[in-house]
């Protein structure tokens, strides 16, 4: 199934995005440049996130799904819930900056 390109779409907005049509039991069929771009081929594993009213699908990355179930157990074995792990992030990147670079 081809993408369909919208009349109202720019230049750069098709290669940085594509209408889709769900076919049977599903499936959707990704844009050639697209799966060039991101080495994808068949069998290849996509993520589905959902972001609000919004869908993404993102290539899996095995390394960073081990890295990011690592991440999760450490901060459960030392009780730090998910939220709390969010609400600290911006005060340890600003640390981890100063450090690395002086204050600015």
């Known amino acids: ?3 369909m390109k919208s009349a109202a779409m720019s230049a750069d907005d098709e290669h940085t995005r594509a ?3 769900m076919r049977e039991r599903g499936m959707i069929q990704v844009p050639p440049h697209f799966r ?3 080495k994808l081929s068949k069998g290849s594993r996509l993520v589905a996130i959902e972001l609000g009213s ?3 699908l993102v290539p899996l990355d095995r390394q960073f799904e081990r890295a990011s179930r690592r991440i999760g157990q450490t901060l459960q074995r030392h009780g730090i819930t998910p939220e709390r792990a969010m609400k600290n992030l911006e005060e340890v990147r600003r640390r981890r900056f100063e ?3 002086g204050n600015r």
């Open 36 to 38: 060039r771009a991101h």
């Open 99 to 101: 450090r690395l670079h």
């Open 54 to 56: 919004g869908l993404m």
């Open 1 to 3: 199934m081809m993408a």
């Open 19 to 21: 209408d889709l049509r």
